[in-house]
Every structure is written in structure tokens, then in C-alpha cells.
């Protein structure tokens, strides 16, 4: 049996002498105004009718002060006895406390301090809080204390409350942009018979009804790719995958990805394109290009630099890989070399594509600040990527990196069946060596593709990356709002 502190005890005696005059939960209130627009209203406004939570309140003899909020705006109201009457105020001074809601009508005035506030005719009693709001919760040692209680935390942390009302617009911006550059959103299914669309170790579930083991999403790519087939031009999916894989400040097991795909188009079209709606976005949300980085100004505005994997690896390594070009030969400079790569699947099962994956995310993505894309990716690397006309080891991929984040992958697609078919079967083959993270066979993918795919170009971009990027948070957990924590028990 739960036990309860003194003042929880006293405010659930509260919720019976409440019942007594009041319904403690009231089924609705009718509101007139939000709180950021009550604020905005000329003194003299009458009627106006406003509802929120109790953050502060300041209880005196006729005369009380309080403040309401919710998660854009806050209001003081007054409440004075000639007004509410003396019954009426006698029940707020001793039944209403910090953390209830509240419902008010009245008129809007400045105080002498210069405070916009609701003169209450009347109000509305609209829900008991039987756990006080904590005085301090960002005092906090234990940081995951806030992440396990992300609702007080968004009631006491205006930071919180800021950062979550960007990632909303943020996502509204970037789909107003693509419905307005002709794409379509679409849905794809998050329980797929295969683990496919990435390179990456699936979560595996079991569907009851059918008897069948099923995969959480990795990507939501090859079906986005079959509406291509289907006759869609260009389509996108803000899709919440899942990877099983290691958890760090910038990887989660489940996140929100956003990919398109448009039909005619290649890796260099989407370049232009997708900076110009970052750029677009990004000055919309802050009124500039030139944005605070990990304590550096960072300009994000014009165009931006194209560099080579092999070049960038070059710049912090001395393992060229287009000498190194297999498995064997990697793998045994970088012994050579004593460069200490951290993987959850031994190097040894690794694929000579993810081996050298792995190299660049020790030696070179940490060092990228200003944005830059990254181009010429070993074909290896990209299972699902269109082959070089010029150089066939190496594919029409590109990612943009900025602060050492990778926050679009993209390229032009592979849409010839039997190379399809070739390159899956390769890496069927590597995970059957123990490369958890390599791609399976997926006969259905490679029959929807038989039917005939025109030239694609794809992209996708963690959501969650990019907040905490533009955010200048240390942890990917700050930008989700609730991230999937370990039981306390």
C-alpha cells in the first residue's frame, strides 16, 4: 500500500470538503482567450475568460494574488473578496492551493508594477493536484529525475517548456515546406516482416494472431519507396523507427526520423534542396542563419561545403581507403595504426562497408563543426544507394554533419532490380558471418521494385538530432519528451 506525505494527506482531505461545494473534477470550462493572448489585451478588457494551472499564489486578507500558466503563456489574477463575496473567498483561501486548476472571469488591468492581470469576477475551481509542485526540481543532482518526470518538469522549467514549443514548430515548418514543394504525406507500417531500409540490429516482437515474429521499424525507406512504384512523385513519413543498438548523448533506441523520396531527382538536387529548407526553417525559428553551436557561432547561411569520405577520413588519419579497400586490409591498418574503435559487434564480423563507417565516426565526425556534406560513400557502406556512373566503388550519397551530428543521409537511389537483389544477397551473407547491423534478403522489396521504379532521390533526418543541435542540449533525452527509462524497481 502507497504511503502518502503530510501534505499529500491533507490535500486528498481537501478533495472531500471540495466535493461538499464543488465537483473537485469538473467536466469543461469555456475559455475565451488563451493565456499569451490574455496578456496582449488592453486594460479595460471585459469578460475575458481564462483557465490554467496555479504556479504561484500569494493569499492575503481580502485581497490574492496568484499566477496561472499552461505551456505558452501565463496571467497573475486577482481575487478580492468585495468581488467573489466572502463565502466564496473563505473556500479559495482554504481549499485551493499551488498546482490546482483554475478557472477565472473578469477584467483586465495593469498593476502599478506593471503586471497585466485578470481582476476575477468569479472562478471556477477545476482540479485538485494531490502532489505538490517541488520548490526547486531543477536543483536537482539526479538529472534523470527530470526525465522520468517530465510533466512537472515542463510545469516548473521555462527552458523545458521553450525547447518543446520549438520542436513542435520546428516539425510544423518543415511540413508546411514539403506540402508546399509538392509532396505528399504518407504512412507506412511500423511492424515489418523484415528488418529492412537500414543498417542496423532490429528489436524483434511476436504477433499474437498470426504466430509470426515481426520487426519494429528500422526505416521506413523500402515502403516510401513502393509508393513511388505506385505512381506517388514524391512522398514523406515522419516516422518513429527502432534500432537496437547502444545508447549514448546522441543515439536513442527509438527516435523520430523524417525521410522523402522524389522521383526524377538525384543525390545533387536534394543537396540544394534540402539546405534551402533548413535554411528556411531554421531562420524562421530564430530570425537568423548564424546560430550558437556548442559555444560557437556557427553560419549556416549560403552554400555549403562538399567533402569526400576518403578526404575527410585522410584529414585525421593516415588510412586511405580507397588503397585499403577490403575488409582484411582496413581491419589490419587500423590495428596498425592502434586506432581504439568502439563497436558493440566485434571488428572482425564487421563488413568492410560498416568497418569503415566506424573508422569515420572515431577519427573525423567529432572534428565537424560548420556544416558540411559529406559525399563518396564505399558502395559497401550503402546497400540501398545508386552505384557511380564514374566510379561504381562509390555511391550518389551524401550526409550533412554539423558539430560531429549526422543530420541528413542521403542519395540517389538504386532502383535496378538485379543490383538490388545482388547487394542484398551480399549482405544476407554478412550477417550470417555475425554482422548484426548488415541488411537481410527481402524478396517482397525486390518484387515491388521488378514492377518498375523511375529515378528516386531519398533523404532522411533524425528529428530529435537536429533539436538538440539547434537546442545546444548535451543529452538527446532533453529534446524528447518521453524518453524510455529504466524502472526505478
Known sequence: MREFT?????????????????????????????????????????????????????????????????????????????????????????????????????????THTGEKTVRADDFTFLGKALKPLPEKFHGLTDIEEVYRNRPVDLIMNEDSRQRFLLRSKLIRLIRNYLDNHGYIEIETPILNNKASGALAKPFITHHNALDIDLYLRIAPETYLKRAIVGGFTKVYEFARCFRNEGMDTTHLQDFTMLEGYGAYLNYKDNMDFLREMLQNVIEELFGTLTVTIAGKEVDLSGKWPSVSFRDLILKYCPID?????????????????????????????????????????????????????????????????????????????????????????????????????????????????????????????????????????????????????????????????????????
Open 6 to 110: 503530510e501534505q499529500e494527506i491533507v490535500r486528498r482531505n481537501k478533495v472531500d470538503e471540495i466535493s461538499k461545494i464543488w465537483n473537485p473534477y469538473p467536466e469543461k470550462f469555456e475559455t475565451n482567450y488563451e493565456l499569451k493572448d490574455a496578456r496582449k489585451l488592453e486594460d479595460g478588457t471585459k469578460d475575458v475568460k481564462v483557465a490554467g494551472r496555479i504556479v504561484f499564489m500569494r493569499k492575503m486578507g481580502k485581497l490574492s494574488f496568484l499566477t496561472i500558466r499552461d505551456i505558452e503563456g501565463q496571467i497573475q489574477i486577482s481575487i478580492k473578496i468585495d468581488l467573489v463575496g466572502e463565502e466564496k473567498y473563505k473556500q479559495f483561501k482554504d481549499l485551493i492551493d499551488v498546482g490546482d486548476f483554475i478557472g477565472v472571469t473578469g477584467e483586465i488591468f495593469t
Open 321 to 489: 581507403i580507397d588503397k585499403y579497400n577490403t575488409k582484411n586490409l582496413l581491419l589490419n591498418k587500423i590495428k596498425e595504426e592502434k586506432i581504439d574503435i568502439d563497436s558493440e559487434t566485434p571488428l572482425e564480423n564487421l563488413g568492410y562497408g560498416n568497418l569503415v563507417d566506424q573508422l569515420y565516426k572515431k577519427v573525423a565526425r567529432p572534428h565537424v563543426i560548420g556544416p558540411i556534406f559529406l559525399t563518396e560513400h564505399p558502395i559497401d557502406l550503402s546497400p540501398l544507394a545508386r552505384a557511380n556512373d564514374d566510379d561504381p566503388d562509390k555511391t550518389d550519397r551524401f550526409q550533412l554533419v554539423i558539430n560531429g551530428a549526422e543530420i541528413i543521409n542521403a542519395y540517389s537511389e538504386l532502383v535496378d532490380p538485379r543490383e538490388q537483389e545482388k547487394r542484398l544477397q551480399a549482405q544476407a551473407e554478412l550477417k550470417n558471418a555475425g554482422d548484426e547491423e548488415a541488411m537481410v534478403m527481402d524478396y517482397d522489396y525486390i518484387e515491388a521494385m521488378e514492377v518498375g521504379m523511375p529515378p528516386i532521390s531519398g533523404w532522411g533526418i533524425g528529428i530529435d538530432r537536429l533539436v538538440q543541435l539547434l537546442t545546444n542540449c548535451d543529452n538527446i533525452k532533453d529534446v524528447v519528451m518521453f524518453p524510455l527509462m529504466k524502472p526505478r524497481d
